[in-house]
C-alpha cells in the first residue's frame, strides 16, 4: 500500500466531526507536507472531509448519493456565508424544515421542533428556547449571542450560527439551494450506475490471446479491460482485436492501448454522447491514478437514461420545462408550445438559448415518432428571423432529410402566427433504443 493509499486509510479511521489539517496527518503518518495535502485533497473528493471557511477541515460520514432536499447545517453555513458560534458537532445534522422567528415566543414554541432551523435575530429568549427544543440557531443581522447560549448550543450538539444577512434573505437564499439541489438530484454520474471493480472481469498485460478465450468461454463476453500490476487500465482488448492471432502472443502486442476511460464524476450525458460518437459498447471506470474502480456498458447507460426520463420533475430546468408543455401539434409531425415567462429574455421576447431547446427537442421527437432512437447533436446551425413575443404559441415543423443506421439530418421551420421565425438544421448521431 502506498503512502497515499495509507493517509486515505488513516482519515477513514478517524471519528467523525475530527478535525483534519495538513500538519497533524503529516506529523501523524510521518510524511511531508505535500503528500499530506494531496491525500487530504482526494479525501475530500471520494466525499470523506469536507472543509468549511472559518471552521477547518472536518471527518464527515462519506455521502451516498439521495435523492431528496435535504441540507446539513455544515452547507447552510456555506449558503449563508455565515460563521459557526457554537455546537461544531452537530453540523452534519440533516436540516428538516426551517422556521422564521418573527412572532411571539409562546407561538414559536409551536413549530421549533427536532432538526429543525430557527432564523432569528438579536433574541436571546428564542434562541435558547429553539435549543432546548432540539432546533438549531442561525443569528440573522451579524449579531452575536450569550455565552450562555453558546455553551447550550456546546451542550446539545445544535449548531449556533450566525450570518451577517436579514431574515428574509437568508430564508430567499436556503429555499434557492434547496431548489437547486432538486435539480442536481436529476444529473446522474457514472459513479451511480457503474458496475464495481469486485463485479467486473479483466486481463492482466501479460495474458496471452488464449487466456482472452478463456475468458470469453466463461462469462460470455468480448470485451475486457486490460490491467497492469497496479490495476491501472493500460488498454482495452476484444473480439476483433484476438481474431486471426496466435494463442501464444501476449495482449500487449495486440490490444489497444490508451483506451477511453471515465471518471466517477463524470457526467452520464457525456458518456452517452462518447460511445455514441466513438461507437463503443464499453468504458473502464477510473481514479485519478488511472486505478480501475468498474466499467459501464452502453446498456447500463441507455437503462439510466429511461430512468430518468421516469423520474419526476420536482426542481425544474429550463429542458425540463420545454419538455413538459410541448405538444404534438394539429398537423402530423408538428409539434408546438406556448412561450411561458421562464423562456424569454430581458425583452420579453423568446430567448436564443431556449429557442435552440426547442429545435433540439422537436428532432429528438421526430426521431422517437419514427421509432429511430434517441438523438445526440453532432452539429447545430440556427437561424432567427424575427422575435417571437412572450405568451404568443409557436409551431415546431421538423423534417427528416437523411437518416442512417447511426446518424440524421432533420430540417426545423419554427413559425409563430404562420409566420417563419426561426430555423435550424440539425445533424446528430443515433443511439439505438
Request: net charge negative; glycine share 6%; hydrophobic share 40%.
Amino acid at each position: 500500500m502506498t503512502k497515499h493509499e495509507q493517509i486515505i486509510q488513516h482519515i477513514i479511521s478517524l471519528p467523525v466531526g475530527e478535525k483534519i489539517s495538513v500538519r497533524s496527518i503529516a506529523r501523524t503518518m510521518e510524511v511531508s507536507e505535500g503528500t499530506a495535502y494531496r491525500a487530504i485533497k482526494e479525501a475530500e473528493n471520494q466525499g470523506l472531509v469536507s472543509t468549511i471557511e472559518r471552521v477547518g477541515t472536518i471527518r464527515i460520514e462519506k455521502k451516498r448519493k439521495e435523492y431528496f432536499e435535504q441540507l446539513t447545517f455544515a452547507e447552510v453555513i456555506n449558503i449563508v456565508d455565515g460563521q459557526v458560534l457554537g455546537g461544531r458537532d452537530g453540523l452534519y445534522k440533516k436540516l428538516n424544515k426551517f422556521v422564521i422567528g418573527a412572532m411571539q415566543l409562546d407561538a414559536m414554541a409551536r413549530y421549533t421542533e427536532p432538526d429543525s432551523l430557527l432564523i432569528v435575530g438579536n433574541r436571546a429568549d428564542a434562541q435558547e428556547l429553539a435549543l432546548n427544543d432540539g432546533a438549531a440557531v442561525l443569528i440573522t443581522g451579524g449579531f452575536d449571542t450569550t455565552d450562555k447560549i453558546k455553551k447550550l448550543a456546546d451542550d446539545k450538539e445544535l449548531p449556533l450560527l450566525s450570518t451577517s444577512y436579514d431574515t428574509f434573505t437568508v430564508a430567499s437564499m436556503i429555499n434557492r439551494a434547496i431548489y437547486d439541489q432538486l435539480i442536481k438530484k436529476e444529473i446522474v454520474f457514472v459513479g451511480d450506475i457503474l458496475t464495481p471493480f469486485d463485479d467486473t472481469h479483466s486481463l492482466h498485460v501479460k495474458n496471452r490471446v488464449s487466456d482472452w478465450y478463456e475468458l470469453n468461454r466463461e462469462t460470455e463476453h468480448t470485451r475486457f479491460p486490460v490491467l497492469d500490476t497496479n490495476n491501472r487500465v493500460v488498454g482495452m482488448v476484444t473480439s476483433r482485436d484476438i481474431i486471426g492471432n496466435d494463442d501464444e502472443l501476449s495482449l500487449e502486442r495486440v490490444m489497444t492501448k490508451n483506451p477511453l476511460v471515465v471518471q466517477e464524476k463524470t457526467s452520464l450525458a457525456y458518456v452517452a454522447h462518447m460511445m455514441v460518437w466513438e461507437g463503443i459498447q464499453l468504458v473502464p471506470v477510473v481514479d485519478q491514478t488511472n486505478k480501475m474502480l468498474g466499467i459501464v456498458s452502453r446498456q447500463d447507460v441507455i437503462q439510466a437514461l429511461q430512468q430518468i426520463q421516469r423520474q419526476p420533475q420536482i426542481g425544474e430546468t429550463i429542458d425540463d420545462i420545454i419538455t413538459k408543455n410541448i405538444q404534438v401539434g394539429d398537423e402530423e409531425s408538428t409539434f408546438k408550445i406556448k412561450i411561458l415567462p421562464q423562456m424569454t429574455n430581458q425583452l420579453g421576447t423568446l430567448s436564443n438559448g431556449v429557442f435552440t431547446s426547442l429545435v433540439t427537442e422537436g428532432a429528438s421527437r421526430l426521431l422517437h415518432d419514427l421509432q429511430k432512437g434517441d438523438l445526440v447533436v453532432e452539429n447545430l446551425s440556427v437561424f432567427f428571423f424575427k422575435p417571437v413575443p412572450i405568451d404568443s404559441e409557436i409551431i415546431i415543423k421538423p423534417r427528416l432529410l437523411d437518416a442512417g443506421r447511426m446518424y440524421a439530418k432533420v430540417d426545423v421551420d419554427v413559425f409563430c402566427d404562420k409566420k417563419l421565425v426561426g430555423k435550424a438544421l440539425v445533424m446528430a448521431q443515433i443511439m439505438d433504443k
